[in-house]
């Protein structure tokens, strides 16, 4: 059987024509995240931290991320809690200005993330909930290799602000450079829930160096 010459040019047009086709009914693919990103002010890459937190856990990043905070008071912002964002790349939450004055945020938890570092920030602890919930302040619990870095945990003991960090399963965090500020314990180190019942929570090998506590009853609290 003889194949006609022209048989394969054809066959090679209708293919492409039929991946061009295909390509035009894909829907647009969203790059992952790599670089720097700023975070409120005027034009910003995302609006608010939960915006472009979110962003990250939906596509992901393929190289180091730094989301940049401008000068605010993000306070009365709903509180951020940061759960599940596991990044293959170390990922950078500071202020813009690299001062911790100039940003003020509220951060309620960290819960079973890896590779975060937060720097340059006033951090509010977690805000709302029942009063157990409270007791425990920011909870950076099932995470691995969370840093803190030159932050102000700020306490407001009239809003029954009682701990700034709670720290409970997890291994190799960081705390180096903060302040933490008028707080009942300024970093609570748990082998148990605070609240309600639980397993217990092995804590792993941490650094904390050269922190400094202010108008705070205890340092650092083991229990």
Known sequence: MEIPANASRRSTRTTLLLVLVALGFCPEVEAQLH???TVGGTAPDYPTLDAAITSLDLIGCNAPVTFLLRPGDYSTDL???ISGLTPYYPVLIKSETEQAEDVITTLSGVYECSDLTFQ???IYPRVGGSSGWLYKGLE?????RITFDHCIVQGLPADGFHNGISVAKGDSHTFTHNQFRDLENAMVYSSVQLAGSG???HVGPNIIWNNTFDSCEVAIRVQ
């Open 35 to 37: 670089g720097s990103y």
């Open 79 to 81: 509180a951020v809690y």
């Open 120 to 122: 340059y920030l006033t």
């Open 140 to 144: 950076v619990t099932f995470s691995h």
């Open 199 to 201: 397993s217990n929570r």
